[in-house]
């Protein structure tokens, strides 16, 4: 899920991992035998701020985790499920510094789907948004944080990891003035195949599959990560903030055009290629370090 402050200032991410795609410990495992997800889960939160952004991801093993049909516990971490609102109470560190980052996040839906596409052309990677259009109250007294803005919610599963079928994708959701949300998945697989999924997901539930503009390419982010936004060709694109800036990740704020409209999108880029490297797997423990336990 993430979210954007009313004021376009704050932002955030968060994504709860079961077999996380990311983790090198979970690639490591399967590469004797197939390793148990739960024991490879974390919650990934990056806040922004204007003045700093604070970001944690420590893996937790089965042993620190608990589910049920309507609550979710990894470690000192939670997510709670109850009239038609998704909380997620925080309480992490960042990796190395040992900065605590502590608060809520509480997600209030306003249509619920179950639309699931897959990704990729073997259909073992599948896509669902369960609240595009949602708003979001976020609380934090490790930083001091208040604010309260438009959130997107939504669900990725795979049956294999995520290097087998992929090259590399550009992701991108925009809010219209109607308070729909329009989704845009641009996946360029390694046989060679591209997929654009493209759609409308409105406030009464249905949905509409529209063309995807053009593809216009974005300049590279500091690890030079080539960047692709879909917008309408009379429309300057332009990268408003970086986010994220990895070796083979990128999450920016963009000003384009779509379906007419002048939107500020969520965007992301994710370079499987990179991904795989060594040099990056061996970095990744640094910033996802692995706890089995219930502590911090």
């Known amino acids: 899920m993430d979210g954007l402050s009313d004021d376009g200032l704050n932002g955030f991410s968060i994504i709860a991992f079961v077999g996380s795609v990311f983790s090198p410990y979970y690639a490591w495992a399967n590469k004797s035998k197939p390793a148990q997800a739960e024991d490879f889960c974390s919650i990934n939160v990056a806040l922004y701020t204007p003045t700093k952004k604070y970001w944690t991801m420590t893996e937790r093993g089965k042993n620190a985790i ?6 979710f516990t990894i470690g000192p971490s939670q997510l709670s499920w109850k009239d038609n609102a998704l909380t997620v ?7 190395l510094l040992g900065q605590r980052v502590q608060g809520t996040v509480k997600v209030f839906t306003e249509q619920l789907f179950n639309h699931v596409v897959a990704l990729d052309d073997q259909q073992k990677h599948r ?7 949602s708003r979001v109250e976020v609380s934090f007294n490790k930083p001091n944080l ?5 959130a997107y919610f939504d669900s990725n599963e795979g049956d294999e990891a995520i290097n087998k079928p992929f ?14 949300t329009a989704v845009i998945y641009d996946v360029r697989q390694k046989n060679g195949v591209e997929k654009v999924l493209a ?4 406030l009464d539930g249905s949905t509409e599959d529209f063309l995807a503009p053009n593809r216009v390419e974005l300049r590279k982010t500091g690890w030079r990560i080539q960047r692709n936004m879909r917008s309408e060709s ?11 800036d990895t070796p083979f990740y990128a999450r920016s704020m963009i000003a384009s055009k779509l379906l007419g409209e002048d939107v500020i999108s969520m965007h992301e880029t994710l370079n ?18 692995r706890n089995p336990t219930r502590l911090y």
């Not at 896509?127 to 259009?133: E, K, R």
């Not at 208040?146 to 438009?150: I, K, M, P, R, V």
């Not at 990179?274 to 990056?280: D, H, T």
């Open 66 to 71: 608990h589910r049920t049909a309507n609550q």
């Open 167 to 180: 090259s590399e994708w550009d992701w991108s959701r925009a809010h219209l003035k109607d308070g729909s």
């Open 199 to 202: 759609t409308i997901f409105k």
């Open 127 to 133: 896509w669902g948004p369960i609240a595009p259009s």
């Open 89 to 95: 109470t925080i309480d992490e560190r960042v990796p």
């Open 272 to 289: 499987i290629k990179r991904l795989e490297s060594n040099i990056v797997q061996f970095m990744l423990p640094w910033r996802m370090p």
């Open 234 to 244: 009379d429309h300057k694109v332009t990268v408003m903030n970086t986010l994220e």
């Open 146 to 150: 208040n604010w309260q803005g438009n």
